[in-house]
């Protein structure tokens, strides 16, 4: 079945840098979300995305976090600076359309700040 | 890998009816959720539940987990019920969703 990809599936990362998380969504899919799932907790909805714009965000989508996706290439969920409690697996998921469609969720990147 | 398996694909309610939802998965459920998700698209955690028996309003969920299976339970389902059932779970990092169960209630 259809696909998403996230890129890289292990990210390790200093305190205060700054992190790009690749997501390579389905191709024909025009909605994208990321969600976040710390160890041993349930996974959580941060972003979805539409036509070049964040559509609906929750509180866990923090300042630092910033979504894009550049002439139709990667997904990317940035955060700048990280923060130790950003230490978790971001999933990636799309949608071909918002409505009565279902998400397809990559595999997950685990983020770990150091 | 994790194998998640859901049943049924799909089911059509009248509202008042009563909905079972069955969710078999091929590894020890150390991680096992339910998801609900919106005709928006909008995932929304309804239960974590690795075992036991979880209530919340008018939703069950029963995990037996050296059976590896889990049911959600919905009484007296409601038109704003309607919408996709995703059951997941990992015993790493990782989730793995099943196909979903989409639930539809008619009025």
């Known amino acids: 079945g259809p696909k998403v990809l996230q890129i890289p599936s292990h990210q390790i990362i200093d305190m205060g840098q700054m992190v790009t998380l690749n997501c390579d969504p389905v191709?024909?899919?025009?909605?994208f979300y990321w969600y976040k799932q710390i160890l041993g907790q349930q996974m959580e909805f941060l972003v979805n995305f539409y036509n070049g714009k964040v559509m609906e965000k929750s509180k866990l989508f923090k300042d630092q976090f910033s979504v894009e996706r550049p002439d139709g290439s990667y997904f990317t969920l940035k955060i700048q600076p990280t923060a130790l409690e950003d230490s978790a697996v971001y999933f990636c998921?799309?949608?071909?359309?918002?409505?009565?469609?279902?998400?397809?969720f990559g595999a997950g990147t685990r983020l770990s700040v150091l | 890998g994790q194998q998640v398996q859901q049943s049924p694909a799909s089911l059509v309610l009248q509202e008042g009816e009563n909905a079972e939802l069955q969710c078999n998965f091929s590894?020890?459920?150390?991680?096992l959720q339910w998801f609900y998700q919106h005709p928006g698209g909008r995932l929304v955690s309804l239960f974590y539940?690795?075992?036991g028996t979880k209530h919340t309003g008018r939703l069950t969920s029963t995990t037996v987990t050296n059976e590896r299976r889990s049911s959600l339970h919905i009484s007296s389902s409601q038109t704003t019920d309607s919408g996709t059932y995703f059951c997941a779970n990992t015993n790493t990092g990782k989730l793995t969703f099943g196909d979903g169960t989409v639930l539809t209630v008619k009025p």
């Open positions: 998921a799309s949608s071909r359309q918002g409505s009565q469609n279902t998400l397809y």
């Open positions: 539940n690795p075992s």
């Open positions: 191709s024909n899919h025009l909605y």
């Open positions: 590894s020890t459920a150390t991680r």
